[in-house]
């Protein structure tokens, strides 16, 4: 059994043509299969961990839901021990297994215990103990980081992206290589300054300054567009 055996060949097109990318941003419509694609990268790669970040809904869904990020990953090549939100924190994450844990946005960190002597730490978050115990797991394995609608981290202060980027930061010290998949059907909703913390995860590091200065001119729109079909990071599709 495959994902992409089910595929469409224009699906099979995509994996073929970006299989080399270890940072790609599926930014394509609704219904057009970010899902299964997403997966069958991960299974192409053979990554034997799954992260898949997404919204409160996604994140709790289970086999049974057609097209859901569970049922699709019960016919990858890659055997998963599947847990989703609702079974997370009793989960015993094991270095020889291969898991593909779904997590919503808000789930990732909780609030520190407030010290009254340390005025700093008054609103101080950390990740989650379970989602620090998947990481240590993941020592050795190929990951694969899947963000799920992920216009809803283009905040660079917000905690989600704060977590994200320190997921992908300690998961960098223990795992054999990742893989980040940026999932969205609407990357933007005022703006291009939404895309900044998305393409920054997706490797844009380097041109960053350049990217400052032009949206401090307000001339960034036709860079951007030219920033991103020069480097092919970003897979972009509406069908309206």
Sequence with gaps: MSI???????????????????????WLDMGLGKTPISLAFAEYHECTKVLVISINSNAREKELVKDSFPW??????????????EDLSEYEFKNDSNDLVM???????????????????????????????????????KLCIIIDESHKMKDMNSIQTKCINQIKKLAMLKCKR????????????????????????LGYESRINILNDCLEKNIYIDYLHRLILQHHHILHYNHR
Aim: charged content about 30%.
């Design 4 to 26: 992409y055996n089910e595929l469409f060949n224009w699906q099979r097109k995509v994996i073929e043509k970006y299989k080399d990318k270890e940072d790609f941003g599926l």
């Design 72 to 85: 699709w990953a019960l016919k990858s090549s890659v055997k998963y021990n599947i847990v989703n939100r």
């Design 103 to 141: 997590v919503n946005y808000e789930y990732l960190y909780e609030r520190k215990k407030k010290d009254s002597k340390i005025k700093k730490n008054k609103n101080s978050v950390e990740l989650r103990e379970c989602i620090k115990n998947f990481i240590q797991s993941c020592k050795g394995h």
């Design 178 to 201: 990742i893989y980040t998949y940026l999932l969205t059907g609407t990357p933007f909703t005022q703006g291009y300054i939404d895309l900044y913390s998305q393409l920054k995860l």
